[in-house]
């Protein structure tokens, strides 16, 4: 085991029937880092995810978590998960499924902080289960995640049914579990937040990982990079296309948007057509493009 390797996958394959949903699969997780499983839907994040928690068994190669099987009561009371499915007892208030959780760790952390972490409010503490929101679940979940203080946290789609103000509390709050040492793996298809948050993408594609770094490292193998500047009526659409370097143009949102392989060429002809050209933006590539070419790429070998 490396040193303050928290997390271990090595040649990790699981099959369904006839179908493998991961494919021979290795990467490890060392600790406090922050690490966002992406890809398509059905690439093998959720499974992956599953086996890492002993909630699926790998149907070859082995997984580690703290050097243990996942399903080993050591690690089940160092780990803390919040799935996309959360199923608690419908008829116990908030407060009481939160209490009933901190009774299943010999170290939980305080009902009062549990409260605060999760910014579950007093009037849902008294809430029965049953009449909890989305959002209210999901909050909930995360507190149920967090009861025994865990060193490895596992988030799926953590956000999914929260408004923008609660998924922006959430991830200050993903920021400050980092701070306290924390490994934490999370799933996403807001690829803005893994971009905002992660420090490593591990990228998924048809069961196999395609592609491991952080988001500036994965952004840098980008070949199609984009110049914009604001729409005139002066600027001749067509015109453009015909220069050297460029791979497409369109007009998005009152912008008119060049793909190229080559920024720099683009902006040297843009000036010698002595144009007129309002707020030129240079945008070296985002996450969402990266994810796109890597997978069409796959999809092309």
Request: proline residues 3%.
């Given at each position: 085991m ?8 090595k040649?990790?394959?699981k ?10 699969v290795?990467?490890s997780?060392r600790?406090?880092?922050v690490?966002a499983?992406l ?9 992956t995810?599953s086996m890492m928690?002993?909630l699926l ?8 978590v703290?050097g243990?099987n ?6 089940r009371?160092?780990?803390g ?5 959360v199923s608690?007892i419908?008829?116990l208030?908030?407060?009481e499924?939160?209490q ?5 760790y010999p170290e ?5 902080e549990?409260?605060?972490l ?7 503490l008294?809430?029965r ?12 979940s995360f507190?149920l995640?967090?009861?025994?203080d865990?060193?490895?946290?596992f ?5 999914v049914g929260m408004?923008?103000?609660s ?20 799933t996403?298809?807001?690829?803005q937040e893994a971009d ?10 048809n069961?196999r ?28 659409i067509?015109?453009l296309?015909?220069?050297p370097?460029?791979?497409?143009v ?13 920024t ?5 002809s843009?000036?010698?057509l002595?144009?007129?050209?309002k707020?030129?933006?240079?945008d070296s590539g985002?996450?969402e493009d990266?994810f796109?070419?890597l ?7």
């Amino acid at each position: 085991m490396v040193l303050n390797e928290i997390i271990c996958l090595k040649d990790v394959t699981k099959t369904f029937k006839d179908k493998k949903a991961v494919d021979g699969v290795s990467f490890s997780i060392r600790q406090g880092e922050v690490a966002a499983i992406l890809g398509p839907n059905g690439a093998g994040k959720t499974t992956t995810l599953s086996m890492m928690l002993g909630l699926l068994q790998p149907s070859s190669g082995t997984v580690k978590v703290l050097g243990e099987n996942p399903n080993s009561r050591k690690v089940r009371e160092k780990i803390g998960a919040m799935l996309q499915e959360v199923s608690v007892i419908d008829a116990l208030t908030v407060k009481e499924v939160i209490q009933l959780f901190r009774s299943y760790y010999p170290e939980p952390l305080s009902f009062e902080e549990l409260v605060n972490l999760s910014g579950l409010k007093e009037d849902e503490l008294k809430k029965r289960a049953e009449k909890l929101s989305g959002g209210q679940k999901r909050r909930l979940s995360f507190a149920l995640a967090m009861a025994g203080d865990p060193e490895v946290l596992f988030f799926d789609e953590p956000t999914v049914g929260m408004d923008i103000h609660s998924r922006k509390i959430f991830w200050q709050t993903v920021h400050l579990l980092k701070n306290r040492g924390k490994t934490i793996i999370f799933t996403t298809h807001y690829l803005q937040e893994a971009d905002d948050t992660a420090e490593r993408i591990i990228l998924f594609h048809n069961g196999r990982l395609i592609e491991d770094g952080s988001p500036a490292e994965i952004k840098a193998k980008l070949t199609r990079k984009s110049v914009s500047f604001r729409k005139t009526e002066a600027i001749n659409i067509k015109g453009l296309e015909n220069l050297p370097h460029i791979q497409k143009v369109s007009v998005k949102g009152g912008r008119v948007h060049i793909e190229t392989d080559d920024t720099d060429a683009v902006l040297s002809s843009l000036y010698k057509l002595n144009g007129y050209w309002k707020d030129i933006q240079v945008d070296s590539g985002r996450l969402e493009d990266a994810f796109e070419q890597l997978t069409e790429e796959k999809e092309a070998v």
